[in-house]
């Protein structure tokens, strides 16, 4: 409707309505998380959510294609500060178990979000493509939630004058975080981009009727609830498991379902795989939130959670990229997906060698006392 809407537009104009506020996440996350270190997270969270609503209904009002991407640009900026000020301020709120439990609850409300907005979305594109834009008046009930219940959380400033403190930020180790969340974006950000056009494809599908777009918003949606229930029970997972164990049951589970997708021929093993896939993500993202607050001080947590949304924004980027070479090669959606499904479990080595060294290490004094 927006393209019949701008017809002068080319499509991949039309298709950056969906993709800019991504970039925009990618390319400010870091340094408005290094804002809100430095004035504080809720003046950041604040002012983020404002620009969320405003920026995300200028698309109702406005009446030129490049004031409508200049809107979502604005948008993503608003998104970035979001992400990362909730990302960091629960970590300040929480310790232990009922921080992981938190940022369980988190991978549940983002999945819940989707899901949400597919269905709102949907209803108000019903009444018109600008409606759609209005599903961002719902940042009006969450800034007032904010200002109502949220406070700035007590954190010990670095002493740079005096250095007394010998916290760092912890560049190294975060590092192998984002880039984990880097590869777990990519695979996942397949479903949203590729899964439609495979349902339209099948068989299977068709035979239920001709609109395959439905059938493939069902999965979606199911794949969403997956995410969004792991999520709830994901503070019971982090204290029986390391993390490496946790990232591994999370390549290996989008290795299954990708790999299921390549060989499904019924409906029915799209779900299975579509359920395996979001029960990948669902963990992923507490898993990385929870290591990032593991190992940064707090008054570096703003930074550190920039940079974990930008990892995930780039991933999206490079999903999209690392698509057209794969399907050059293997020619069909299916074969695409067996594809990504056996890089998946290639990816899970790794966190499963780590796994096991970890438990050895952690079995080796015990050992040398016994013999003692």
């Known amino acids: 409707m927006i393209s019949e809407a701008f017809p002068d537009a080319p499509d991949s104009l039309i298709s950056m309505i969906v993709t800019l506020p991504s970039l925009a996440i990618a390319l400010t996350g870091i340094f408005i998380g290094a804002l809100s270190d430095k004035i504080g997270k809720i003046k950041v969270l604040v002012a983020s959510v404002a620009i969320f609503t405003v920026a995300g209904c200028s698309g109702y009002f406005l009446t030129s294609l490049?004031?409508?991407?200049?809107?979502?640009?604005?948008?993503?900026?608003?998104?970035?500060?979001?992400?990362?000020?909730?990302?960091?301020?629960?970590?300040?709120?929480?310790?232990?178990?009922?921080?992981?439990?938190?940022?369980?609850?988190?991978?549940?409300?983002?999945?819940?979000?989707v899901l949400i907005l597919e269905m709102s979305g949907g209803l108000l594109a019903g009444i018109s493509w600008r409606a759609t834009f209005l599903i961002y008046l719902i940042g009006i009930v969450i800034l007032a939630g904010v200002l109502l219940t949220m406070r700035e959380p007590v954190i010990p400033k670095i002493q740079r004058d005096t250095g007394a403190s010998d916290e760092t930020f912890p560049t190294a180790p975060l590092l192998l975080g984002y880039v984990t969340l880097f590869m777990g974006s990519v695979l996942f950000f397949l479903m949203p981009i590729k899964f439609p056009y495979f349902i339209a494809t099948m068989d299977a599908a068709r035979i239920l009727g001709e609109n395959t777009a439905l059938i493939s918003g069902?999965?979606?949606?199911?794949?969403?609830?997956?995410?969004?229930?792991?999520?709830?029970?994901?503070?019971?997972?982090?204290?029986?498991?390391?993390?490496?164990?946790?990232?591994?049951?999370?390549?290996?589970?989008?290795?299954?379902?990708?790999?299921?997708?390549g060989l499904a021929t019924s409906l029915p093993l799209v779900a299975f795989a579509v359920i395996c896939i979001g029960l990948g993500n669902g963990i992923l993202m507490p898993t990385i939130l929870t290591w990032i607050a593991a190992i940064t001080p707090k008054q570096f947590l703003g930074r550190a959670s920039g940079g974990f949304s930008v990892a995930l924004n780039t991933g999206q980027f490079a999903s999209t990229l690392a698509i057209v070479p794969v399907i050059a090669i293997t020619a069909t959606y299916s074969n695409m997906f067996l594809a990504f499904g056996c890089i998946a479990l290639l990816l899970a080595l790794p966190y499963a060698l780590a796994t096991v060294r970890v438990r050895n290490e952690a079995t080796l004094p015990q050992t040398i006392k016994v013999e003692n």
């Open 66 to 113: 490049p004031a409508i991407l200049v809107g979502r640009i604005i948008l993503g900026v608003g998104i970035a500060g979001i992400t990362c000020t909730t990302s960091s301020l629960i970590p300040c709120y929480y310790e232990g178990i009922a921080r992981a439990r938190v940022l369980g609850y988190q991978a549940a409300a983002m999945g819940l979000g």
């Open 218 to 261: 069902l999965f979606l949606g199911i794949m969403g609830c997956a995410a969004s229930i792991i999520g709830i029970f994901y503070g019971r997972l982090t204290w029986r498991f390391h993390r490496y164990a946790i990232l591994a049951s999370t390549f290996a589970l989008f290795g299954i379902g990708y790999c299921s997708l």
